[in-house]
């Protein structure tokens, strides 16, 4: 249904057929990549990883967008007036425009909806040993520490099945809020952007400390012994939530709520009493008293059209149509009646199935240029509502605390760092190396791990990247750090 | 001298007439054959072409042969392999857990066979035939998730038992998280799967050796011991020569599913192997010319490894493979 609606619109406004290519969700580089080198890539394609498509522009693989039938650009602003009223010039369209060359390979989508990660705690579990909500880092620490000592009374004969407190092998995801507290709060733009490569924040200054933290948590007998042995895409985690074994965690701001009926909360909820419920709580605070959360810049996945593109204008008219409000709405919300309707200030999504299912939350994979609700002053409400039968208060607490002392850091657009696509894909594996190791270290052996592990981390191109991120800010924008 | 072959009427034939007979004979068989070589040029030797990557720079937009050579007269990307850090580990690691496979993993299927041999009680021999071949039909991402169940350090079943055995709740092996005792276990998990499917081609071997030197034997008066170490053992040696010439061919190639299933972030320095470097430098970030190059260099380490033993293996009497 909405892929006919897009057919249909394209056919009758520009009179360009569509096709539709399906690519693996978690898998588009490897399929692309696959897809590029046989020469039958579609005319428009999208990734989450802009080193990949830097790589394939320097192969000569992708369309420059300031270079399109000789033309720059800005020469067809105006027959897409809805991509620029849905994109911000500066932060979207020539985000990854090159300073020196001029070259543009990719338009970055916006993230409409910029929340991160949330920390969440068993409220039903507080009420019953008469704590309140924690607010600092030390009123979090006394909860976890009374859930391990009172786990008997919480969970009787399950007692031995307590986790105070898990996390993942993500560490640097699973703990964003308690290691950026750490951070100091006057760290500068410029700073953040050249040891901000990683996005777990790993470089960010005092991440140690943070790290300390949650290894000192761990010794204490209140984190979750098995974290590290358990790789992507294990459920078991999510089981222990759901049976109701987890006391709080760091999560997508929306995690437990996802999913419906299948959600942790739902599922919790069954198992455990309609009493149990986590909430988000916002406990961290740093050096000037904030609660401070680094959230995403409002730039997304990247779009890009691969040199077999012969029709780059019509591709370009795509991104038009796909960005008309009246499009995102009807991808978004599906018909009146069928998928949603209409309350007051915003609209309530129908479960549904056969056409009217969505293949993915709220259609973000069609909706290319933006990811996640767009509905103006709509959204909130809508948001609220989206979780049923997750009752919409627990959401509406989730999304505040999410963005509450938000920060954005300035990006710096300093060109193509040639050390990223060399290096950009296999740091992570070090960096969660290493961080699973120092956390899972005993406390005298924490600085030796954590500094070994960091090393190792500098070796294999993390130092590459900052020395090479640090030379352009000296020579684009006359950055030296004191 | 033309030997020829007797034609059907009678008659010496020429070489011509020769051909057309024969091909009278067999030619359906050489048709048959047709099929199966069109496959293996197809999928199997063109593919071949696209080694020159590894000699070539790196663009998945262009044919190999298109391209400029790389740099250091084509050599560039072994020379960078070779500098990398990374591949030194994942080549150590690829080498220890091949060669504590072949330790471990190669003679367990012989004892196995000659256990289930000495048998007599023919339908419980069957039955745990049977059982012991299952594992091997479970994928590595089914059995890391029993492994976990089995294995972890807090909450897997063993080390529930052994916490109440010892009745110390902090008591822990630390079978997937610690890499000496990581190592262990893929080892043992190896054997496990591929045990009970190894033993085929064994017992197979076992029933061509002939009952009557088993007799003989007996008569000599040699016990049970002694029949399986004169008798049984010499007659599965060709099998087990040739197993293990095929084997040392492996010793470098390396599996990928297997150690990536049962890896874990903390056991990454044992764990790395050379498949995963190839996966994530190639596949994950677009540097194909580079894994073709360590793909190179495996095969041409395996092919010199097969070559080797099998002329040590014709060395000492044996028949060899090639």
């Not at chain 1, 701001?253 to 739902?266: H, T």
């Not at chain 2, 080549?91 to 072949?102: S, V």
Request: proline share 4%; charged share 20%; aromatic share 12%.
């Amino acid at each position: 249904m909405y892929t006919d609606y897009i057919k249909q619109g394209m056919l009758e406004q520009h009179n360009v057929e569509v096709e539709f290519v399906s690519i693996g969700r978690w898998t588009e580089v490897d399929d692309m990549n696959t897809a590029l080198a046989a020469g039958d890539a579609p005319d428009v394609c999208v990734t989450y990883s802009y080193p990949t498509i830097a790589k394939y522009a320097q192969m000569g693989g992708i369309v420059n967008l300031n270079d399109i039938d000789g033309k720059p650009l800005e020469e067809y602003k105006d027959i897409l007036p809805n991509l620029w009223n849905l994109l911000s010039p500066t932060n979207n369209i020539y985000w990854d425009q090159n300073p020196e060359t001029g070259d543009l390979w990719a338009i970055e989508a916006t993230l409409a909806e910029n929340a991160r990660i949330n920390t969440f705690i068993r409220k039903d579990w507080l009420d019953k040993l008469g704590l309140a909500l924690p607010t600092t880092e030390e009123e979090f620490h006394d909860c976890l520490v009374a859930f391990r000592d009172n786990a008997e009374t919480l969970l009787g004969a399950d007692a031995d099945k307590m986790v105070p407190y898990s996390t993942s092998y993500d560490i640097g995801w699973r703990n964003d809020l308690l290691f950026m507290a750490y951070v100091p709060d006057d760290a500068k733009d410029e700073d953040l952007y050249i040891h901000g490569f990683d996005d777990r924040h790993l470089l960010y200054p005092n991440y140690k400390e943070g790290v300390r933290v949650l290894n000192k948590w761990y010794n204490e007998g209140l984190v979750w012994k098995d974290f590290a042995e358990y790789a992507q895409d294990s459920s078991h985690e999510d089981d222990m939530m759901k049976a109701g074994f987890v006391g709080a965690f760091q999560h997508n701001w929306d995690y437990p709520y996802r999913g419906g009926d299948d959600s942790i909360q739902a599922n919790l909820q069954r198992s455990a009493g309609d009493d149990a419920a986590y909430i988000a709580v916002d406990c961290f605070v740093n050096d000037a008293g904030v609660h401070r959360k680094f959230l995403a810049p409002p730039i997304d996945r990247k779009v890009f059209f691969p040199a077999t593109n012969d029709e780059p204008l019509a591709s370009l008219l795509y991104l038009d149509f796909i960005s008309d409000p009246e499009t995102i709405a009807f991808l978004q919300l599906g018909k009146e009646g069928e998928s949603y309707n209409a309350v007051e200030g915003g609209f309530e999504k129908l479960a549904t199935t056969g056409d009217w299912l969505q293949n993915s939350l709220n259609n973000i994979d069609y909706t290319i240029t933006v990811n996640g609700l767009y509905l103006g002053d709509a959204t909130a409400v809508t948001t609220a509502l989206g979780y049923a039968p997750v009752a919409s208060d627990l959401i509406n607490v989730a999304n505040a605390a999410a963005k509450a002392d938000g920060r954005i850091v300035k990006v710096f657009n300093c060109g193509d760092i040639e050390a990223e696509q060399e290096y950009g894909t296999q740091l992570p594996t070090f960096r969660d190396t290493l961080l699973n190791k120092a956390v899972v270290a005993s406390e005298e052996e924490f600085d030796a791990v954590y500094d070994q592990g960091m090393q190792d981390y500098l070796d294999n191109g993390g130092q590459a990247i900052i020395d090479e991120r640090t030379a352009k800010m000296a020579d684009i924008f006359g950055y030296t750090a004191e | 001298m033309n030997k020829g072959v007797i034609v059907p009427d009678g008659r010496r034939g020429t070489k011509s007439a020769n051909f057309k007979s024969y091909m009278r004979r067999y030619g359906t068989l050489y048709l048959l054959l047709i099929l199966p070589l069109v496959f293996f040029i197809i999928f199997r030797y063109a593919p071949m072409a696209y080694i020159l990557s590894a000699f070539k720079q790196n663009n998945i937009f262009k044919a190999p042969w298109e391209l400029p050579w790389a740099k250091n007269n084509g050599f560039e990307w072994f020379i960078k392999a070779f500098k990398d850090r990374t591949f030194h580990n994942a080549l150590r690691n690829t080498l220890t857990l091949n060669l504590l496979d072949l330790a471990c993993g190669f003679p367990a299927p012989i004892l196995l066979a000659l256990l289930l041999n000495e048998l007599s009680f023919r339908r419980f021999k069957k039955i745990t035939q049977t059982v012991l071949y299952m594992p091997h039909f479970l994928s590595w991402i089914i059995i890391s998730g029993l492994a976990l169940r089995l294995f972890a350090g807090n909450d897997g079943l063993i080390n529930i038992l052994y916490k109440r055995m010892t009745a110390n709740p902090d008591a822990s092996i630390p079978f997937m998280s610690k890499p000496n005792w990581w190592v262990a276990t893929y080892v043992v998990l190896g054997i496990w799967k591929e045990a009970g499917w190894g033993t085929i081609i064994y017992l197979a071997a076992l029933t061509n050796i002939s009952p009557e030197l088993y007799e003989a034997a007996a008569v000599d008066g040699a016990g049970r011991f002694k029949r399986i170490w004169h008798v049984t053992l010499p007659g599965l040696r060709p099998t087990i020569i040739t197993l293990l010439i095929m084997n040392l061919g492996r010793i470098l190639g390396s599996e990928f599913d297997r150690p990536l299933a049962l890896s874990n972030k903390l056991v990454t320095d044992v764990s790395h192997v050379i498949s995963i470097y190839v996966y994530q430098r190639g596949l994950q970030n677009s540097q194909f010319s580079l894994s073709t190059a360590v793909g190179l260099f495996q095969s041409v380490v395996g092919v010199i490894f097969l070559i080797a033993a099998n002329s040590l293996a014709k060395r000492m009497g044996e028949r060899g493979i090639m």
